[in-house]
């Protein structure tokens, strides 16, 4: 398999799905009008990537600024997948990136977490906002 890199734009995250390392990211916002069309392609890749596993474990990380409703449900495709994936013995750990401030970010990771069975990993980032004086 070959590893699956899309740079970002304002509205869709950079993705980095690198199958040697077990490596996979989505960054940055997603927002798409149509994330359907965005996805559809990533999600395949996971198809083909969990045939045939190339690594013994994976790390998935969303590192998301911002996300709309319809990229979420996008996300809840992906952890089935990830789900399937540690059935079948692959060791599959999810960490969820997080502004510290930002409780809507943390809320939808901690709801997408109960929806499976997976190692979730929350980590706070430091806060872009410049303390105030």
Same mark, same amino acid.
């Not at 965005?38 to 013994?56: A, G, V």
């Not at 994936?85 to 939808?108: A, C, P, R, S």
């Given at each position: 398999m070959q590893q699956l890199e899309i740079l970002p734009t304002y509205k869709s995250p950079k993705v980095n799905f690198d199958p040697l390392s077990g490596l996979f990211q989505i960054q940055g916002?997603?927002?798409?009008?149509?994330?359907?069309?965005?996805?559809?392609?990533?999600?395949?890749w996971m198809d083909d990537f969990i045939?045939?596993?190339?690594? *013994?474990? $994976? @790390?998935?990380?969303?590192d998301i600024e911002y996300v709309n409703v319809a990229s979420t449900k996008r996300f809840m495709l992906f952890?089935?997948?990830?789900?399937?994936?540690?059935? *079948?013995? $692959? @060791?599959?750990t999810v960490d969820w990136l997080h502004d510290g401030n930002d409780q809507y970010m943390i809320e939808v990771g901690e709801d997408l977490s109960q929806l499976f069975k997976l190692n979730f990993n929350f980590v706070a980032l430091a806060s872009s906002a410049a303390p105030k004086t």
């Amino acid at each position: 398999m070959q590893q699956l890199e899309i740079l970002p734009t304002y509205k869709s995250p950079k993705v980095n799905f690198d199958p040697l390392s077990g490596l996979f990211q989505i960054q940055g916002s997603s927002i798409l009008v149509n994330a359907e069309e965005f996805y559809s392609p990533l999600l395949n890749w996971m198809d083909d990537f969990i045939k045939n596993p190339t690594c *013994k474990e $994976v @790390k998935f990380v969303f590192d998301i600024e911002y996300v709309n409703v319809a990229s979420t449900k996008r996300f809840m495709l992906f952890l089935n997948r990830l789900a399937i994936l540690h059935e *079948k013995g $692959v @060791k599959v750990t999810v960490d969820w990136l997080h502004d510290g401030n930002d409780q809507y970010m943390i809320e939808v990771g901690e709801d997408l977490s109960q929806l499976f069975k997976l190692n979730f990993n929350f980590v706070a980032l430091a806060s872009s906002a410049a303390p105030k004086t």
